[in-house]
Structures are given as C-alpha cells and as structure tokens.
C-alpha cells in the first residue's frame, strides 16, 4: 500500500524523525518500505541510504503557493491565458495554456482569486507534455510574443498525478507565498503489507504500529456526528441470512448532498495512494477504507426505494441462487455460484458482498442521497469467490484477509462525517446496526517467563504489557503472569498455545529485533544418523568430476514428446505413466520426467557446438507414478553423456582422436574402482536407446545397476548433434550405490620384485576379452597379481574370423622372488588351458 | 743400461705429449679419439704392457711401473678432461634451450561441480561444522505436507505467497519450498531433538525470466528442541551469514511473516556487490534478503508430533539460486538449468 506522510502524520507526530528514519522505524516492526517517492519533500540527509527514492523535490525558493487575481487572454493565441498572479513577494503575469481557466477569463479581477502552485524561474520539474518523467528546467523564452519563464503548475509537472490537462487550483485556504513543499511537501512510501497484518492496510493501522515503536500516542479521528436528517429507522431494513457469512451489516443515510469534487487535499491523498479521485462521496468511501482499512458501500437510496417498488427498501445478505447473475460496476457481468455471499434487496442482487457493487444501484452523476454499507464477510467465503471469478478490488484485498467487524461502526461514521464535509447534505439520525456474530476477543495468559525463554532476553513483565499496551491491548499484570485481552481491531490473535505465540510476535517485533541478544545454539546433540546414500551421491559427484565430466542440474518438468525423442521413431514400448501438471506454464513442461537419459541428450544436443568435447553427468530424481501410491516413486538417477573429441585439439595435438565406446568405458571402471565395489561385470545388452552392437549392461553381483553404450543412430538423428558418435550411460543410482564398500582390505605392498610377462594369442571372434581373462586367471592361480590386456590385431596373419589379443601379466608371491622356472610352469599351464578352453593358439 | 733410460724417457715424453694434445680437446669426439691414440689398445703407453713378454727379465718391473704411472697420469687427465667437457656442454645447453614460455599448455578438461552444487555444499559445511546433519524429503508432495501441516489450511490467505504447480492427482503437487520436509523430519524423529538442514529442489508456478525460475533450488533450517530461543536463532543464522558470505558482513534481522513460524523474520546482509552504499542488485537499499526465519509454530510442531508446550524451535529457508544469482553478479537466473556449457565452464 502507498501511504503519504502528510497522512500518516494526522495520527502520530513525526515531527522529529525525517523520511529516512520513518521508514527504517517502519521497516523494523514489519511494515517493508519498498521504495519513497519524493513529491515535494527533500532528499533526506546523509549519504547513504537504505531505501530508493525517486521523485521530484519541489525547493523552497522555486515552488510557491501563488494566487491567480485575474486570467486575461492571450493577445495572439486563443488557447493560451495570461494570469495575473501574486506569488507573495511580486505580481507577475504567466502564460499558461490550461483548460481549466478558461472558464476565467477576461471576468476581470476575480472575486474569488484562485489558489495556484507557481514555480518560478530556474525550477526543475516534470515535462507536462512528455510522456513519462522527463525533467526539464523552466527558462526564459517568448511564447507567441509573451515573454514566459515561470509557470503554474499541473500535478504531472509536480509529480503528485499523471494529470496535466489543466492546472492545480488548490483550496481557497492555501496561504499565497508560502513555499509549496511547506505547504503540501510530501513523501509516499510504498509499505509491503505481510498478509497477517492487513490490519495495517490502513494508515491508522500503520500509525498505530509507528506510534508503539516509537512511544508515542496515536491520535484517532475524530467520528462525533452530527445528525440533524429525520430518523432512518423505519426508512430501510436489514435482514442476514447466514451470521456465520455476515457477522455485521450496519448502514447510514446522508440526504441532500451535492455532486461535487473532494476538496483538493483529498484528491492529492487519493491520487499519491493511487486511487482515482471521482467525487466527494465516492472519494469519502476510498478515503475511509485507506484511512481505517474498513471498505465502505454507497449505494443510491433513491435507486433502491424504486426497485422495491417506493417501498422502504430492504437489504437482505444471503449467497447467491443457482444461475444467478450481476453485472459489477466495472461492467462485467458474473454468473455466480450458490456459496457467493451477496448484498441483495428484494428486485435481487446489488452487489459481490465485501468485493464489488453492482452497476445499477452504484452512486451516480445524479446521486443525492446515499445509503452507507459498513459490514463484515467471512474472509474464506470472500477468498472462494475471488478465486473463482478471478476478480479483485481494495476491498476484496482487505475483506479476504479478516476485517474485524467492530471496524464497521467506526467507519460508517467518519465516512458519514466526511461526505457531509466534502459534499454536504444532512446525515440521518441514528445508524441501523445488525450485528448478530460479534467475535470473541481471545484473551490469552502470558507469562513473562515464557517470552524471556522463548526469546532469550529478560524484558520485565510490566515492560512486556507495555509493549502490548501501545497496541491497544489490555493487559493486567499480576507478578509473572500477564493476561492479555485483544483490541477489537485485529482478528490475527488466537487463543491458547497459538494465542502466546501470537503474541511473543508483537512483543518482539515492537521491542525490536535488533535488540534480541545473538547467541550460540545451546542445545542438546541429536542422535547422529548416518545417511551413507547422500554422503555417497557427494563421492560419486566428486569421482566423476575427477575424471574431468560436467556436472549438470537439469529441468525436472518436460514433456511426453520430448523424453519420447530418446527413442527411435516408431519405437513400440510401452505405455508409461507420467505426472502431469494440472496448470503448466507451457505444454513444453507439463509432466514430470521420467528419464534422465531424455534431459542429458538435451544437454548435449544444445552445448555440441559451443565445445569440441562434452563429458557431462548429472545425479537427479525421476519421477514414476505408482498405482495405489499417492505420491510418485521419486528414483535417485545417475546418467552420463559424452561426444566429442578426447581433447581441445590444439599446437601439441591438432587432430585429438574421437571419443569412443571405451572412454566411457574408462569413466565407469574409474567410478566403480573409486566406490570399491566387487563382482562388476559388463555384458553385451540391448538398450532401446542404445547401437544393438555397442551397448553393455553394467552387473555387479549379478544384478543390473546400468546401462552404457553408443547412442542409437536413430535416436541420435531425433536431436541436432555433431558427426561424432555420441556415448551414454545411466544408472540406477540407488542400486549402484547398494554395492559401494565404505571398508575394505588393502592388500600389502609386495616387498619382492614382480615379474612381467606378455601373452599373445589368436582366437575366433566371438571368444570375449573377459573370457581369455578368466582363463588366464584360472591357469596364473594365486601368483598372478595383474592381468591387462594391452593390444588387439587383425589381420591376414592371425586368419579369417580370427583376433589377436595381446595381454601383460604379472607374477608376484608374497614370501619370495619366482624363479623362472616356476614362471615358466605357470606360463605352460596358463597356454594349455587358453588352448583346452577357448581353442586359443600361442601367437609367435 | 742406456735402453732402459731411453726406454723410460720414451715414456715421459709419451706422456707430455698425450698431455699437450689434450690441453687443445675441446670436443668430446676429440676427447674420444684422444683416448683411443694414447690410451687405447693399439696407444704406444699399452704396447709398452704387450711388449713386456719380449722384454728383458731385469726391465720388466721398472718398465711395468713406469707405464702404469703414465696410464694412470692419462686416465686422470682423461677423468679431468670428461668433467670439464661436461661441465661446458651443460653450460652451452642450459644456454641454447630455451621454451617460449608463453605458448598455451597441453589442455586438460577439468571436471567441475555445477555452480548450486558448489554453494550448497559450502551451506552444508557450514551447518555441518555446528552438527546439523542433512534431511532429505520428496520433491512431489501432498498439499497436506506442502501447506495445511504448515499452518496454511485451504483458502488460507498464506496460500498466496506461493504461486503452486498442481499435478492431475487430487492433493498432490510440487512442493513449493522445502519446508514441507519439516513435518517428515519431526514426524520421523519426534521426540528427540532436532537438528538439520532439509535442501533441495522447489518449484514454483512463474513465467520464466532472467529473474524468475520455475525451478530452484532451496536449503531448509530446522532445530526442534526444548527451550530453543530466538537469541539462538539470530546468533546460528548470523554465524552462517559471517561464514558465507565473510567476517565484514553485517546482517539484520527484519519482522516478517511466514504461516509456518512466528515470530517470523526475513535476514537481510550487507550489500556485497556494493559494499551498502546502494546499487541495482540490492535495489538502492545496501541490503539483500537472503533468508526468511523464525520460531517454528505451535501448529506446525503440533503436526509433526511435539508438544508446543513443552518444545520449541527455529526454521530457516533460502533459495540458493538467487544468493548464487546475488554472489557471482549473474544476468539470467536461467543459466543454471539450461546448462550452457560455456556459463558452467567459469566455476
């Protein structure tokens, strides 16, 4: 909400504190100061400040109170005015082209003078005729012969409103040459309101607030009326439906009163808080709802006795019937539904009870005599029909976050008081009040203790029910014991436990953050868990990141056809359940995923031509629904992507081989070797995904834990990617990590020397590198301490359909150095079972 | 005896002249040939040794001894000769190789953490350090979880400072911050004490922009305990706040609102982008909101199993991206999701 200083300071004196300071006292009992707008006032001193401001500052010596003696015309311009003007100190005669003194020229000398605000020579203001805030400074200069250096001033030029079509006639009282800023100098600050302080949608509610700060006394308006109209008993009824809808309803009459502008101070509160002034009455309801955060309703009384037929009119509450309709003073018309609360009278609905009226029985241009709604609405029922017809307003803003009833009473008669004021006519005697739901004001025992332990200060109690007390509540203090009675202007305050907590808020926040001391946890240890998963997911990250991949963090939200790209086209599998968001913001992102292969290929697909080489990886839930579950199963999923060169080609290597099938193989030896897990296996597999000649599943223990290999040509011809094959994998993390040892046997370092060996041999294709290993292994016994294959060869030397792969073996025992004849042993019996085993022949 | 004499003046000269012709090696091929001429099998000084057979008995000693000498006074020289050669071709060489030092290295592709992944683990280390242990809770959560266990029934006006991706199953939706993991927390270890930090991925119905996310990362405070007070908090938050973002970082603690907490409050810290003094990152105010906080509510203890009147308890929330966003003085919050290659490159 927008608040003027100027307004603020009607309810707390402020005298000593400038804007900077306010908003600071403001911000530090929760009323967040977003950004101040200047409209006259001065830059607050100092350097630094905490808070933006913008606007325009009106100097004391430039922008002053002026008084218009005559309007005379322009000897060459029919649309321009000379003013003769007084500015306190000379009379000048200036130019302007404004409509709105039209009406005054060439009457001579004005019986009335009007009141203006002048700035002289040399002012920096607003360009009236630009659009936006362009500064600009007044010079001398001849407009169509007249010389011209100073100008009186629209609200555009001074910043208040965006209206420049004519000219501020400010009220007769204005004082001719005080300087502006003195005058009407102000200052809007734009208060964020949390939503359990609507309360403080108001300005006395955030007077009220500053004031407790401060230590200072809120000055409530006065609301004494003065009714001299004949009774309004008997002149009108009220009948609620349901109490539990409408706890209140009260109304007022005013007859006789005039259809006329606010005056003009009004209209400047109305505007810096951004509301549109339309006239007095309207502007009396806005004002009021600004002022004490009670929306009002005007209806025309007139309009109503004729729809119930010259009848005394009555007001009935009650929600609304099926097929309902009615059209709101905005023009649009709403079908309502049988829960919406309604303001009706007997010809049918008037208005959206607490968030708008109705067009017909609206105040208009012809309005004289007005009937006053003051009511209170269940804000969850409010809530329900400002959701549902998706319409909003002030006073829907307010009614849906709990107005207190009491507020009603309060608000009816400054609004009265106030129309009568601004537009005069008699207000009626009495006021009709039903209210049948009063609420019950929590009372809520608080012991001092209690706050202190709960803050971790020691504020007496009688400085705790002092702090309360500057709120308005009422608090008897009876040693440690505190009862504590809430004002009847809040509905935030509970009872009970909640009640107590409730209130260590207000006595915190009013005592001051700043002020509650700091100190270290002083709390028992939990019980230490060990979440090995996570701690485990954090190894897998770094061990990835030590074998040079990306990590990524990719989007959980997708949709159908893009996860369906990580399949061939036309691929047949099945069906599968997703997620689905009920409001996406883009049908791009309307499900949750349910691969991590699907955003990885993303990844790859939009970084291929930003680098010659991509290894990236990611660690992130998908999402599977699960029948009779409610909620999803959320998989931990690892996945890896590579393509690409091996490196940056550069002056060292400028042809950097292509990466293959077996970097990435690479990449998962180095990860399972770093998570020490045992009994891995890879095994040709097929993936959907995947090149049916270059996949392998990834065993360990004989379990499936993941999947790796080229990337289907197919699939890959579904993204925009490089010629480079792309490599990929992906892991069920949850499994993989099922194997990880946290502890294992370090194996002696051997204090003999080793003795190395190589071994050729030529087999058929299909015999596997694992296969030789696992013989060469069998025949090498325990004194075979590592086997590696290191070559592979094909050709018209080794024969059609057959391979040479050449291993390098290393013997070693624990107690002594081999001699060569037992290498040899084992060399022949290692040769004798390739050959029994997998028709292996020595290659020589 | 005038052979012997000749014999062995034939030697010494041998020898000065084996000495003199050295004096002028400058190479180590000379110095080769040098030890092939006057110390090699075919060198006068060793036919002086293959001669001894023929030689008369009473010569042989004197004529041996005399030979060796001057092998001996060769090899030396020799020796000298080597060490000297050596020493100038090292000279030459650590004078002739010379790199140009500024042609690039051999690249290497470092691997690197995601940028959220790095802060969070800085977050995670420095709760850590004060015993809090991380607590991990489903990122698709129940409205119950999300909000009404929160202290936000439905139609409660809370329920507005969250913009909610509903899901097509009735009650479930994306959680829209971490705090629902609050409830499993306590639910799962009422009633011990509490005390652990809940991060993950949050997401939030937004149009996307270079400000606003759809998906972000948050980290969750929690401590539940009995007697836990407000000075605590401020006193655990502003020790974070020290160790995150350095020891010259003010903060303050400002009243806020949250339906979760109360008392409630957001921490603001000093401006680090412009040292206080106001810039656009912090909107002109020399501070930027890095966490909302404040004393769990009796409700919300009440759902997750402990007393409120007997426990009490602090709760803190942040969203990682932004304060990433903040730190690194990041254009477009998107980045961390679209995972340009050459924007994660610069972590």
Avoid at chain 1, 477 to 496: C, E, Q, W, Y
Avoid at chain 1, 554 to 561: G, N
Avoid at chain 2, 285 to 294: A, K
Wanted: aromatic share 8%; with cysteine.
């Amino acid at each position: 909400m927008k608040v003027p200083l100027t307004w603020l300071k009607d309810y707390v004196d402020l005298s000593d504190l400038d804007i900077e300071t306010l908003a600071k006292v403001m911000t530090m009992v929760g009323l967040e100061v977003g950004e101040i707008r200047l409209v006259g006032l001065p830059l607050p001193p100092g350097e630094l400040h905490e808070f933006k401001y913008t606007g325009l500052s009106w100097p004391a010596d430039k922008f002053i109170v002026a008084r218009v003696d005559e309007v005379m015309p322009h000897p060459n311009a029919d649309r321009l005015v000379l003013c003769r003007l007084n500015d306190g100190q000379e009379e000048i005669v200036v130019l302007t082209g404004a409509p709105n003194l039209y009406d005054y020229k060439g009457k001579g000398p004005l019986e009335q003078p009007l009141k203006v605000a002048y700035a002289r020579e040399g002012s920096t203001l607003y360009d009236g005729h630009e659009p936006g805030h362009q500064l600009t400074t007044l010079k001398r200069m001849k407009i169509r012969g007249v010389e011209s250096f100073s100008m009186i001033c629209s609200e555009k030029e001074l910043g208040i409103s965006e209206a420049h079509e004519g000219v501020i006639i400010l009220d007769d009282d204005a004082p001719t040459g005080m300087p502006l800023v003195d005058y009407m100098g102000d200052a809007v600050l734009d208060v964020d309101t949390l939503p359990n302080m609507v309360r403080d949608a108001s300005v006395i509610g955030m007077a009220r607030e500053i004031a407790a700060a401060l230590g200072k006394t809120l000055q409530m308006p006065d609301a004494t009326l003065e009714m001299k109209g004949p009774q309004l008993e008997g002149r009108a009824k009220i009948e609620i439906i349901d109490p539990e809808l409408n706890s209140r309803f009260m109304l007022g009459l005013i007859e006789g009163a005039a259809q006329k502008p606010s005056p003009y101070w009004v209209r400047r509160r109305l505007n810096l808080s951004g509301m549109r002034p339309i006239n007095a009455l309207v502007d009396a309801t806005n004002y009021v709802m600004l002022e004490l955060g009670e929306p009002l309703h005007a209806f025309d009384y007139d309009i109503l006795v004729n729809r119930a037929g010259g009848k005394v009119p009555t007001i009935i509450t009650r929600t609304a019937k099926a097929g309902e309709k009615l059209t709101t003073l905005d023009g649009v018309e709403y079908e309502l539904d049988p829960e919406m609360e309604l303001v009706t009278d007997s010809a049918g609905a008037l208005s959206l009870a607490g968030i708008m009226g109705g067009e017909e029985s609206e105040i208009n241009e012809n309005t004289v005599n007005v009937l006053l709604e003051g009511a209170s609405w269940n804000f969850i029922n409010i809530r329900k029909t400002v959701s549902r017809l998706k319409i909003n307003s002030e006073a829907a803003y307010r009614f849906s976050r709990g107005i207190h009833p009491a507020l009603a009473d309060l608000g009816v008669r400054l609004c009265l008081k106030r129309m009568r004021e601004w537009a005069g006519g008699e207000i009626a005697e009495g006021l009709m009040d039903n209210y049948p739901n009063p609420p019950e004001d929590p009372v809520v025992e608080l012991s001092a203790t209690w706050v202190n332990d709960s803050l971790g200060t020691e504020i007496p109690a009688r400085e705790i029910a002092g702090i309360l007390e500057c709120l308005e509540f009422e608090c008897r203090v009876d040693g440690d014991l505190i009862t504590v009675k809430t004002p009847p202007h809040r509905l935030d305050v509970h009872d009970g436990l909640i009640g107590r907590a409730d209130l260590l808020e207000e006595v915190s926040r009013i005592y001051g953050y700043d002020k509650i001391p700091s100190r270290p946890l002083n709390q028992p240890l939990p019980p230490q868990r060990i979440s090995q998963g996570m701690a485990l997911e954090e190894t897998v990250r770094d061990l990835l990141v030590n074998l040079g991949l990306q990590e990524l963090i990719a989007y959980r939200m997708t949709s159908p056809e893009r996860e369906a790209r990580r399949f061939p086209p036309e691929y047949d599998g099945a069906w599968e359940e997703y997620l689905e968001i009920q409001n996406p913001i883009t049908v791009e992102r309307r499900v949750m995923r349910r691969s991590i292969l699907a955003t990885l290929l993303e990844t790859l697909e939009y970084n291929y031509t930003f680098s010659p080489r991509l290894a990236v990886f990611e660690i992130g839930p998908v999402f599977h629904p699960v029948q009779g579950q409610q909620l999803p199963d959320e998989k931990m999923m690892l996945s890896i992507g590579m393509t690409g060169l091996r490196e940056k080609p550069s002056w060292k290597n400028d042809a950097p081989e292509v990466l293959d099938f077996y970097d990435l193989k690479g990449v998962i030896e180095g990860l399972l070797a770093g998570l020490h897990v045992e009994g891995i296996c890879y095994q040709a597999a097929q993936h959907p995904s995947l090149h049916p000649g270059k996949t392998a599943q990834v065993c360990i223990g004989g379990k499936v834990v993941g999947v790796m290999g080229e990337l289907h040509p197919l699939v890959k011809a579904n993204y925009e990617l490089g010629d480079a094959p792309v490599y990929v994998a992906e892991f069920d993390l949850v499994k993989l990590l099922e194997s990880a040892r946290i502890l294992f046997d370090v194996e002696p370092v051997p204090s003999y020397p080793p003795v190395f060996e190589d071994l050729a041999v030529v087999v058929d294709e299909a015999v596997t590198a694992a296969d030789i290993e696992e013989v060469i292994r069998q025949g090498g016994g325990e004194y075979l301490a590592k086997v590696q294959m290191f070559d592979i060869f094909r050709g018209p030397q080794v024969g059609e359909g057959k391979k040479s792969l050449a291993f390098s073996l290393t013997y070693i025992a624990p107690d002594r150095t081999l001699t060569d004849k037992e290498v040899l042993k084992l060399r022949n019996k290692i040769v004798h079972l390739l050959g029994e085993k997998l028709n292996a022949e020595l290659r020589s | 005896m005038a052979d012997k004499a000749a014999e062995l003046a034939k030697l010494e000269q041998i020898q000065a002249e084996a000495l003199k012709v050295l004096a002028d090696v400058a190479e180590e091929d000379a110095l080769e040939a040098w030890r092939v001429a006057f110390l090699g099998r075919s060198s006068p000084v060793m036919a002086v040794f293959s001669s001894m057979k023929t030689m008369d008995q009473a010569l042989r000693p004197v004529m041996g001894q005399a030979a060796n000498k001057v092998r001996q006074a060769l090899e030396a020289a020799l020796a000298e000769k080597q060490d000297i050669l050596k020493d100038e071709a090292l000279v030459k060489a650590l004078q002739t190789e010379q790199l140009d030092v500024t042609m690039p290295g051999r690249p290497v592709e470092r691997g690197r953490l995601h940028p959220l992944t790095q802060v969070l683990r800085q977050i995670t280390r420095i709760f850590g350090d004060m015993g809090f242990q991380v607590y991990r809770s489903p990122e698709v959560e129940t409205d119950d979880y999300n909000f009404t266990y929160l202290n936000m029934p439905p139609y409660h006006p809370a329920r507005d400072m969250w913009d909610t991706f509903y899901t097509k199953t009735d009650g479930v939706l994306l959680r829209t911050h971490t705090s629902p993991g609050q409830i499993r927390v306590m639910r799962e270890r009422s009633p011990e004490p509490i005390r652990v930090i809940l991060p993950g991925a949050t997401m939030r119905y937004e149009q996307l922009s270079a400000r606003s996310e759809i998906e972000f990362a948050q980290v969750e405070v929690l401590v539940v305990g009995e007697k836990v007070t407000f000075a605590e908090l401020k006193g655990t938050l502003e020790d974070f706040a020290r160790r995150l973002f350095g020891e010259e970082a003010r903060t303050r603690l400002r009243p806020s609102h949250f339906p979760f907490t109360e008392p409630s409050a957001e921490m603001d810290v000093g401006c680090f982008v412009c040292g206080g003094k106001g810039c656009p990152v912090c909107k002109e105010t020399g501070w930027l909101e890095i966490l909302g906080c404040g004393m769990v509510h009796p409700v919300v203890l009440e759902y997750g199993g402990y007393d409120p009147a007997k426990y009490s308890g602090f709760a803190a929330g942040m969203g990682i991206d932004r304060s990433t966003l903040m730190r690194y003085r990041i254009d477009d919050i998107r980045h961390f999701r679209n995972n340009d290659i050459r924007f994660l490159r610069q972590f």
